[in-house]
């Protein structure tokens, strides 16, 4: 029996931490995405897959899309050497965002409802 069977028929909740966002897609219902201990973008699998919000989460699909880094068009996510110590007051992605702000480093975004159940921590999302 598979896992999405044994949760409907055994009325199961699970809580599956996976780096294989592949495997996330196939079994769950809803997708928190973590970087560096925090939540950057909440929602459910289809909001996260096929209209990711937050830039991290974008990288990341995209690079499930194309394995292979040398096809053009995939956009990878860069390097930002000391970055847990560098944005510990703003956004911790800031140091890898192409669409990074003067604020992103001083200001700690929340979690803004772009969507019904869709959270993102992106400043770009502020209401
Ligand atoms: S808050 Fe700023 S640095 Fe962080 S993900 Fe959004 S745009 Fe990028």
Request: glycine content about 4%; some cysteine.
């Given at each position: 029996m598979y896992t999405r069977e044994y949760k409907k028929e055994l009325d199961?909740?699970?809580l599956f931490i996976?780096?294989?966002l592949q495997?996330?897609?196939k079994i769950c219902d809803h997708i928190a995405?973590?970087?560096l201990g925090s939540v950057m973008e909440l929602g459910t699998s289809d909001q996260i897959f096929f209209r990711p919000l937050h830039?991290?989460?974008e990288m990341l699909v995209s690079s499930i899309l194309e394995a292979d880094p040398d096809i053009p068009g995939l956009v990878k996510v860069p390097e930002d050497p000391g970055r847990q110590e560098k944005y510990r007051g703003g956004?911790?992605?800031a140091g890898r965002c192409p669409h990074a702000k003067e604020e992103c480093f001083r200001e700690?975004?929340?979690l803004f409802e772009a969507d019904s159940g869709h959270?993102?921590?992106c400043f770009r999302y502020r209401i």
């Open positions: 199961l909740t699970y996976s780096h294989q495997i996330t897609q995405v973590l970087y830039p991290y989460t956004c911790k992605f700690k975004p929340g959270l993102v921590s």
